[in-house]
C-alpha cells in the first residue's frame, strides 16, 4: 500500500503545499472581533477543501461563536471510525513589527513555511485532508473518517462543548486524532500523552479615579502598576514555587519511575538555553526542564499594561494597570477550581486603596491519554514505519482545552500524533511549519488509519 | 493704578480667552518626534503674541531640540528686571480615549476650558503676555519685563542649560517668575515655595529571544513581567519605605517647625480621597498627604508593557518587558547620583536569567525658594490684593528641573506663582484651567512687577 500513496503524495506535493499556503493567506484570528468575516471566510474554504479532497459531505456549521467545520467520508459502518480534530483559527499575530514577513503572506525560506497559523494549527490538521485525499484517489480506506475543525481553539473553544454534546450521533467514532502538537526532534520522534490544563484571567487594578500628575499627587496615592507588580511578584517564592494557597492541592505527584521516564527524553541544556538565547533557565526547584513543562502547573504572565507606553517620558501617576494572567494545570487539578482560586487570590489580596476586577478568560482541564491503548499504539507503529524510530512518550506543556470535553461527551480517548517542532514559533511572531514536516505528517498518517483498523 | 487695569481687562477679556484658546489649538507634544512641526508653529505663535503685547523684540531662538521663544519688553536700565520663564510644550495627550473632547480641540464647559496645556503651562505662561500688554496699554510698566518660554520642559529641559548659559546677558534680570504650578484653592491661596527634583528612567527587560508559547516554555524560561513586576515589588517596604540602597541618604530631614507649618494648610482628607474616588490614600508611614507630596521622595512606576495587550486572550510568554520609573527628590538629593542609584539597582537585582537594559530619560535637582525674599514678598502682597487673603507657603510635588540651572547661571532666585489647581488633570486626560483662574492670574500679575519695583 506504502508505494501508491508515495506515487500519489510525491506527484501531488507541489499541489499539497499550495492549498495549504492559500489556506495561511486567511487572517482567522478568533480573539478579535474585527476578523469576523475573515473566519467565515476560512470555515468555507475548509469546507470546500474536504469536498475536494473527497468527502462524501462537509458542512459550515453555526454556533453561538465561530462555526465549525465538520466533514465525512464514510466506507462502512462495521469499519472503526477515526474523528479527526483541528482548528482553523490562529493566534494573534501582533507584536507585527517583530515579524520578518507579514504574517497572513506565508513566505517560503529554507524549507519552512513562515505564518500565522502555519503549524497551529492549519498546516496540521490539513495533513489529515490530505491524508485522506490520498487514501481516498488510491482507493485505500481502511476506516471510516470524520472531521470536526473548529474556530475557537484559540479563545478556549467555549461553544464546542455544547456542539459537541448536541451532536453526539454525528461525531460517533472509535478515537479522535489530533494534530495539534509539537515532536521532540526528526531524529527523536515523539508523541504527547497529555496536555496541560488552562485557566486564563485578566486582573485590572484601579487606584484614582484619573490618570494624576505623579508631582502632584506622587506618594500619597496608591500606583496601581506598583500595586499590581506585588501582586504578581507574590505568586512565587524564592524558589519559584507558586505560594497561591491551594494551588497544587490536587496535583498528582509523578513517581521516581514517571520522572526517570520523562528525563529519558534527549535534553541538552546548553542547546536548549542558546537556542532561547538565555544565560539561565528559571523555573521550579527540584525539577526538571521537562519536569517543569510537563507534569508541573505554572502560572504565566501573558501580558500587562498600563500608564504612559510612548516614547520619551511622561511623568504621570496613572489611574488603572492590568495583566493578563494564565496556569497551567496537570492531573487532577481542575481549572474551574483554579480559575476560582485565581480569582480570588487577586481579589482578596490588594489593599483598600485600590479596586481590582478579575475576571475568567477561558480554561480547560488536564488531560492523559494511556499509552496501551489501540489509538496510542497505531500512532507508534505509523511514526516508527515513516521515521524509523519508535516515538517517545511524553507530555505536552501546552492546552487544549476541548479533550476533556471530547472525551467525556463521546466517551473515546484522544491521541496526539503532532508533527510540530517546539521551535516553531507557536503563538509568536515568525511561526512556521517546516515542510518536511508537513510531508512526513501526510505520509505518515495514512499508516495510523491502516494500523487502527488492523487492531480492531 | 488698579482702575486703569481692570478696565483695561475687563474691555478685552473675551480677546484674551481666545487667544490662549488659539494657543491650545497646536499640538505642542515636545515628547514625539511627529509633532516637530507643530512645535516650531507653537513657538512662532508665541512670538508673535509677544510683539502684540508690546514686546519691543520677540524671537524664536534655535537649541538642539525645540526652540526657545525670547521677548523682551524693557523700559529703564536702572529699574528691576523680571524674568518670566514659562513652556509652550505639552505632555503627549494619550490615553486619547479618555479625553470627553479632543485634547486640542479647547472646549469650555461649566468656565472651565478642557485642553491639553489649558493649566500646564500654556494658560497660565500666557497670563504673563496678557499682564505685559495690560502694562504696555496702560502705560504703567514699573519692571523691565523678559520672558524665556522653552519648549522641552516635559521632556526634562535636556538643551536649556546650555542655552542659558549661552545667554546670560540676554537674560540678566533680577527675580525670575514662574506660573507653572498650583494653588490650594482659590478660597485658601497660596504660593509654592519649592519644587521636587526628578530622575526619570526606563528599564527593559528581555528573556527569551523571542516571543513563547505559554505552554510549551512556560515554567522553564523566566517571564520578564513577572521578573520586572519583582523588581518593582522590591522598591517598598510593607512601610512604603523606599527599600533601594542609600536611597533616602542626602535627604534634608524635616524638623517639628517645618512639619507643623506644612500641616497647618487647610486638608480634609475625606474630601481629598474622594475627589480622587479612592477608599484610602497609600503612602509612606509616619507621615501626612502634604508631607509624603511635598518634603519626601518618592518612585512612581509611570507605565509599564509587555505580553499581549489586545482583546481576548493570548497564551504567549512574552520575550521583553518595560517600565517608565520616576523618582521624586527633595533637598539636598541630587538627579545625577539618584539616576546612577536607580540605573544600578534595576541592573544589579535581575537573575541571571535576563539581561536588563536600563537608561536615562531625564532629571531636574528639588528646588527651595526663601520665603523672606523681595520676590517672595512681593509675590506674596500680589495674590493678597486680588484674593484678600495672604497666600500659604507651601512645598510643591512636582518638578521643574530647569529651577536649579536657572538660578545657577543667572544667580537670581525664582519664585513661584501658580495659579492653577491641583485638580487641574495636569498630564492627565481632561486637563483643564478655570477660566476664573486665567483672569485672576492676570489680574494678579501686575500688582506683583508694581510691589517688586516699589521694594527695590
Chains 1, 2 share one sequence.
Not at 532561547?276 to 500587562?304: A, C, F, H, S
Amino acid at each position: 500500500m506504502s508505494q501508491v500513496w508515495k506515487d500519489y503524495q510525491e506527484k501531488n506535493k507541489d499541489r499539497f503545499l499550495n492549498e495549504m499556503l492559500d489556506l495561511l493567506r486567511i487572517p482567522s484570528v478568533s480573539a478579535k472581533s474585527e476578523h469576523k468575516t475573515d473566519m467565515l471566510t476560512c470555515a468555507e474554504a475548509v469546507k470546500k477543501s474536504m469536498l475536494n479532497a473527497g468527502c462524501d459531505k462537509a458542512e459550515v456549521m453555526a454556533t453561538d461563536g465561530h462555526p465549525v467545520v465538520y466533514g465525512e467520508k464514510l466506507i462502512d459502518p462495521s469499519k472503526p471510525t477515526v474523528l479527526v480534530y483541528g482548528h482553523y483559527d490562529v493566534q494573534p499575530a501582533e507584536p507585527l513589527e517583530l515579524w520578518t514577513n507579514p504574517p497572513f503572506e506565508p513566505t517560503i525560506i529554507d524549507g519552512k513555511v513562515f505564518a500565522r497559523g502555519s503549524a497551529d494549527d492549519k498546516g496540521q490538521f490539513y495533513m489529515h485532508v490530505k491524508a485522506l485525499e490520498t487514501l481516498v484517489k488510491t482507493n485505500t480506506m481502511t476506516t471510516n473518517i470524520k472531521f470536526l475543525i473548529e474556530g475557537e481553539e484559540e479563545v478556549g473553544s467555549p461553544n464546542l462543548g455544547k456542539f459537541v454534546a448536541a451532536h453526539k450521533d454525528l461525531l460517533k467514532a472509535d478515537v479522535i486524532l489530533i494534530s495539534d502538537s509539537s515532536m521532540l526532534s526528526m531524529e527523536n520522534p515523539s508523541l504527547d500523552t497529555g496536555v496541560r490544563g488552562l485557566s486564563y484571567i485578566e486582573v485590572e487594578v484601579t487606584a484614582a479615579n484619573r490618570d494624576l500628575h505623579s508631582g502632584t499627587y506622587g506618594g500619597a496615592v496608591a500606583n496601581p502598576i506598583t500595586i499590581l507588580a506585588k501582586m504578581i511578584a507574590s505568586c512565587h517564592d524564592e524558589n519559584n514555587h507558586i505560594t497561591i494557597p491551594g494551588f497544587y492541592d490536587d496535583v498528582v505527584v509523578a513517581g521516581p519511575e514517571e520522572r526517570a521516564l520523562i528525563n529519558k527524553a534527549p535534553y541538552d541544556e546548553k542547546e536548549y538555553s542558546e537556542e532561547l538565547g538565555v544565560k539561565e533557565l528559571w523555573g521550579e526547584k527540584g525539577y526538571t526542564t521537562y519536569e517543569r513543562t510537563g507534569i508541573r502547573p505554572t502560572i504565566e504572565i501573558n501580558g500587562i499594561w498600563g500608564g504612559y507606553q510612548g516614547e520619551g517620558a511622561k511623568t504621570v501617576l496613572p489611574s488603572k494597570a492590568t495583566a493578563k494572567i494564565s496556569a497551567r494545570l496537570v492531573p487532577n487539578q481542575s481549572s474551574h477550581k483554579m480559575t476560582e482560586k485565581l480569582l480570588n487570590y487577586f481579589t482578596s489580596i490588594a489593599p483598600a486603596s485600590v479596586i481590582v476586577k478579575a475576571f475568567e478568560h477561558h480554561g480547560g482541564e488536564p488531560y492523559m491519554t494511556p499509552i496501551d491503548s489501540k489509538g496510542y499504539q497505531a500512532a507508534s507503529k505509523a511514526v516508527e514505519t515513516t521515521f524509523g524510530k519508535a516515538p517517545i512518550p511524553v507530555r505536552g506543556g501546552g492546552s487544549i482545552p476541548i479533550c476533556s470535553i471530547l472525551e467525556r461527551e463521546l466517551g473515546i480517548k484522544i491521541i496526539f500524533m503532532g508533527f510540530g517542532l517546539d521551535n516553531d514559533n507557536l503563538h509568536s511572531p515568525n511561526e512556521k511549519y517546516n515542510i518536511e514536516n508537513y510531508y512526513k505528517g501526510i505520509e505518515t498518517i495514512p499508516y495510523f488509519h491502516k494500523f487502527f483498523a488492523d487492531m480492531n
